[in-house]
């Protein structure tokens, strides 16, 4: 919305003109939001009786991981990132770029789905949220229709049917088809949602790991709407772009504010709300730069977590089908839970990830000067 202001081409308005100015803004907007409506949203949520369920239900020796307290502390927090990060964009971006309204829906679509699943859990205490077959349709859903709509777009059509990987400069594939765009667009916003969902379990991770996993793609976006710093880097270059990194720097606020009331001992956690929006929004911003395989380098501590579940649950199955015992690769499933088996704190196992997750974006990044 400011950015009209900038067809005053000449005294201070002109800043509104620039993209790093209106990312800042976007940034701070969303955190002081949070800042500001975050001890009435814990309050809410607790009156709302919105009590986060049992995370550790169906794990192994789970009862050694649970901590009192946060059976107490309420969930769905993610409502406040998602509307803080809506807010942030609608004042800062320009209204009439089709790229970040597709990114708001993604988001608004994603943020549903999930508080669905969380309302069911404090309604349906019993049950365990909804069908993991419901969830994933919508999720596939949602991720096709956004390729769709990627690829009615003059200028964004033209790349998307292009497969870059990282370390290579020239596209591995070239001719990609409508329906290979679809699926491997759907595939990625998917298990990006869901990634970090499984890594949403221990206070300030989920969230932590999000914030720099998206300052990375938020440099990706500004450099690849910009066709002399694509052209220099060996990236696509993708017209309007540069907006996604307003979208970008509103979600990186909205988190380093929420992380305020979700570091340890959190206030509130993010529910599936605020995760599955998050990566649903990670998964289509990598989509719209081209840059999907490279989210699983810097994305690497979400692939981690939940390349641990899936590896758990099929040796798990496997070994009980042929042994009639299930047995497991790790203590505990998703990875972080592994490391407090292992006598790690909380904090410890936190700041560690995070640790690995700089250290994965600064990888990442090299990628692009070394192509």
């Known amino acids: 919305m400011l950015y009209w202001l900038s067809q005053y081409d000449h005294g201070p308005l002109r800043i509104f003109k620039y993209l790093t100015f209106r990312s800042g803004g976007a940034f701070l907007t969303a955190f002081l939001l949070v800042i500001l409506f975050g001890p009435m949203t814990v309050r809410l949520l607790k009156e709302l009786r919105a009590v986060a369920g049992d995370r550790y239900k169906g794990m192994a020796n789970a009862q050694e991981l649970i901590d009192a307290a946060k059976a107490k502390t309420p969930s769905m927090g993610g409502i406040l990132i998602v509307l803080a990060t809506l807010a942030a964009t609608l004042v800062w971006a320009p209204l009439n770029q089709p790229l970040v309204w597709i990114a708001l829906a993604v988001m608004v679509i994603m943020a549903l789905l999930g508080f669905w699943d969380d309302y069911a859990k404090v309604a349906y205490p019993g049950r365990d949220g909804i069908s993991g077959r419901l969830r994933l349709t919508v999720e596939a859903l949602t991720g096709s229709l956004a390729c769709l709509a990627l690829c009615a777009i003059p200028g964004v059509a033209d790349n998307m049917t292009e497969l870059h990987v990282p370390f290579i400069k020239d596209p591995a594939l070239k001719a990609m088809s409508l329906w290979m ?184 990044l090299a990628t692009l000067k070394i192509r």
């Open 181 to 364: 765009i679809v699926f491997f667009g759907a595939l990625v916003i998917t298990a990006a949602a869901n990634a970090v969902n499984l890594t949403d379990g221990l206070d300030g991770l989920a969230t932590g790991c999000t914030v720099i996993c998206t300052a990375v793609f938020l440099l990706i976006a500004y450099l690849s709407g910009n066709s002399k710093f694509s052209a220099y880097l060996g990236i696509p270059f993708v017209p309007g772009c540069g907006e996604i990194g307003v979208f970008a720097a509103a979600m990186i606020g909205a988190c380093v504010g929420f992380l305020w009331y979700n570091c340890h001992p959190a206030s509130m956690f993010m529910g599936d709300t605020g995760s599955l929006a998050l990566g649903g929004s990670i998964g289509l911003i990598a989509v719209i730069v081209r840059q999907e395989l490279l989210l699983v380098i810097v994305g690497g501590i979400f692939v981690w977590e939940a390349a641990s579940v899936l590896i758990q649950t099929s040796y798990f199955k496997f070994t009980k089908r042929r042994f009639g015992e299930g047995r497991r690769v790790f203590l505990m499933a998703p990875i972080h839970h592994h490391y407090q088996k292992k006598g790690w704190r909380e904090t410890q196992v936190v700041m560690r990830f995070w640790i690995i997750a700089l250290i994965l974006a600064g990888i990442g």
